[in-house]
């Protein structure tokens, strides 16, 4: 069966870093754009990086740009967030979602049950 599964959330200082996973299963991730995104209680769902299936193509929101790094591995069939100089506006639950392309909106053809993270002090 076709699976997304997230990993790596957790508790995390304000200034601290933390990696994040999207593991696929029943196909191959490298043939999809994958996006990530976040949803913190009473917020709507944002996309905050997504990556091609190429690798070449990366996207960034504002929010996390120069402090996110997407990534990919398709020898794992997985692809990463790297998060660093993390804030408590990070706060969220992260979902990765793949598609065939990194397109705006929650369209994604398959999502992850996602994975929290939590910035505080």
């Known amino acids: 069966q076709v699976q997304l599964v997230e990993s790596g959330g957790g508790l995390v200082q304000p200034g601290g870093s933390l990696r994040l996973s999207c593991a696929a299963s029943?196909?191959?991730?490298?043939?999809?754009?994958v996006a990530w995104f976040r949803q913190a209680p009473g917020k709507e769902r944002e996309r905050v990086s997504c990556?091609?299936?190429?690798?070449?193509?990366?996207n960034y929101a504002d929010s996390v740009k120069g402090r996110f790094t997407i990534s990919r591995d398709n020898a794992r069939n997985t692809v990463s967030l790297q998060m660093n100089s993390l804030k408590s506006e990070d706060t969220a639950k992260y979902y990765c979602?793949?598609?065939?392309?990194?397109?705006?909106?929650?369209?994604?053809?398959?999502w992850g049950q996602g994975t929290l993270v939590t910035v505080s002090s």
């Open positions: 979602a793949a598609n065939q392309f990194c397109q705006p909106g929650l369209g994604y053809a398959y």
């Open positions: 990556i091609g299936s190429s690798a070449l193509y990366t």
């Open positions: 029943g196909f191959t991730l490298s043939q999809y754009a």
